[in-house]
Every structure is written in structure tokens, then in C-alpha cells.
């Protein structure tokens, strides 16, 4: 199985093909600030389902959430660091290739991307569609590139 470098090109190179696709039909343009967003969603999707072992894709997976934690914290968004630590815990909570590694929690890990901001902020779904939709496009890729589909 590949490990980190493997899923991120993979997250790079499906990413890169949805959102090239639909930037190029005019379907879907992005700000750059967005899709900076969009692409940190899309390969941090494309390593989650792994940070369930001990390997260099959690620690880097970890520390992106880590240092994204304190950005919050440090701009007072006191609810959204508190929910990335709570959701942080998740993956220890079953075996390697478990429930991480299956087409529902593909669908599932990145919903409360589009529900929290909705009940904590009065956000649109449509507003946070695009960013439900990296974060599974990333998983996606993982579990393509695994053959795995529990």
C-alpha cells in the first residue's frame, strides 16, 4: 500500500482534476484564498484515512491540525478549535483499516465541515458544499488508491 507521498499525489492529482475541471467549465471559480482552503481539504482528506496508525502521514496530518488549532485559538474562535479536538480524537477510536478505511465514513469524517457552520455560524449548506465536497474528494482518492470500500 503507499504510504503518505502516495495518497497526497493522489489527493493532488484528484483535486486537481475536479477542481481544474470545473474551473475550466466555468461551473465553480474559486478565490485564491478559497482554494487554498479547498486544497489543504482535499489532501488532508487524502491522509485521514491513515492517521489511525503510527506513520509519518498522521504526524503530518497532526500537526496540520495542530498548528490549525492555534490559529483559532490565537483569533478567538474559542468553538471552531474545540470541535477540531474533539473530531482530532476520532480516528483512535477503532482499528487500522477499520471504519476509517469505508465508503460511509468517506461521506460521514467531513460533514460537520458543512453542519457546524451552519448551527454555530448561520452559514449556507450551498456556501459549504464546495468544501464538503475536497474534504471527500481527498478521502475518496485514499481509498481509491487502497482498493479499499467496506
Known sequence: MPGYKGHLLGGVLTGGAVLGGLFWSGTYVPELPQLAVLAALVLLGSL???????????????LTLAVLDFALILQGYYKWAAVLGLAAMFPAIGPHRGWTHTWWAMLAVPLPLVLLPIWLYGATPKGMAPFYGAAVLGYFSHLMIDRKWS
Open 48 to 62: 485521514f484515512p491513515d492517521v489511525d496508525t503510527d506513520s509519518k502521514g498522521q504526524h503530518v496530518f497532526y
